[in-house]
């Protein structure tokens, strides 16, 4: 069995948890719809599973820069949208006072 409880404040947390300490906490979320504790009386009901990984730090640094490359393109791809905006903008107003 598996239960969601809302909290607003860390005391209500705090509180939240020592009331159910016959039960496993097995997620938090802080989501906009509020923080929420989700207790189980099964550990293994919901837990999920965590890999890691060892990535080498040469692919690392180059995911890095590919990342950094990736993000520059993108506002570059922006700032072109928004010059064509104001291009289109002037043509319109010359062809229409």
């Known amino acids: ?3 969601k ?4 404040t860390e ?3 705090e509180q939240l948890i020592q009331s159910n300490e016959s039960f496993y906490l097995i997620e938090e979320q802080n989501i906009t ?3 929420f504790l989700i207790f189980s009386d099964n550990p293994e009901e919901d837990t999920k599973q965590i890999i890691y990984s060892n990535v080498p730090e040469e692919v690392f640094e180059t995911l890095k820069q590919e990342n950094t490359l990736l993000k520059a393109q ?3 791809n922006s700032d072109r949208a928004d010059f064509h ?3 289109l903008a002037e043509i319109i107003l010359a062809i229409n006072p």
């Open 74 to 76: 993108s506002q570059a």
């Open 33 to 35: 719809e509020g923080n």
């Open 11 to 13: 005391l209500e947390r």
């Open 5 to 8: 409880n809302q909290y607003d």
């Open 1 to 3: 069995m598996k239960f």
């Open 85 to 87: 905006e104001e291009v």
